[in-house]
């Protein structure tokens, strides 16, 4: 467990100074492809995980549709799902909640500024990992590892709306497209 930060709860003026962070949309086809091949990628032994979302519909919607997903791969069901709120006083029981069962990954839908609260407390009051914590599109902007702290969400991966993945490392928020397939060229032209 590490105490990056005095007080894990973010103050309004610190996340004003961000602007308005954008609101999770619904989760595309490819977003979700994206992620289930993040998980299940060859060499990464992921067998348990646990859901964990804010309560807006995109959010819930991303959530459920992740579980049903990966009980459709033939894995293990979530071992829990956990939500919550945009604001409170403390995320501690969600907290806990979201780590007591100590799956081998963590899968995150959520507001942004819901979660850079929730993984300022995961890191303050738990043992939680971002290196094996996979998240939504939603969360793909630099602001939140800016908002959540140096260090907090180190190494947390996740997916485009369009299929391509995000890493946040030392505080940035890196994309790599999606693959594409080669192009046929007609006949005759290299």
Do not use: C, K
């Not at 604001?87 to 979201?98: E, P, T, V």
């Not at 602001?143 to 940035?172: E, F, H, K, N, S």
């Amino acid at each position: 467990m590490t105490s990056p930060i005095a007080s894990p709860l973010i103050s309004p003026a610190e996340a004003a100074a961000y602007g308005d962070l954008p609101s999770p949309v619904p989760h595309s086809d490819a977003e979700l492809a994206a992620l289930l091949a993040l998980l299940t990628a060859p060499g990464t032994r992921i067998a348990t995980v646990v859901v964990g979302h804010s309560r807006d519909t995109a959010s819930r919607s991303a959530a459920a549709a992740f579980a049903e997903a990966w009980r459709a791969l033939g894995r293990l069901p979530v071992l829990a799902a956990v939500d919550w709120p945009e604001s409170a006083a403390s995320w501690l029981r969600a907290a806990n909640r979201f780590t007591a069962e100590a799956p081998d990954a963590w899968v995150v839908a959520a507001a942004p500024l819901g979660w850079a609260q929730m993984s300022r407390r995961l890191r303050h009051s738990t043992d939680w990992d971002p290196a094996r914590t996979y998240g939504f599109a939603a969360l793909g902007d630099s602001r939140v590892p800016a908002l959540a702290g140096p260090t907090t969400l180190q190494g947390m991966r996740g997916v485009t709306a369009d299929g391509g993945t995000w890493t946040v490392d030392r505080g940035w928020v890196t994309q790599q497209l999606p693959a594409r397939r080669p192009t046929a060229h007609p006949r005759g032209t290299l």
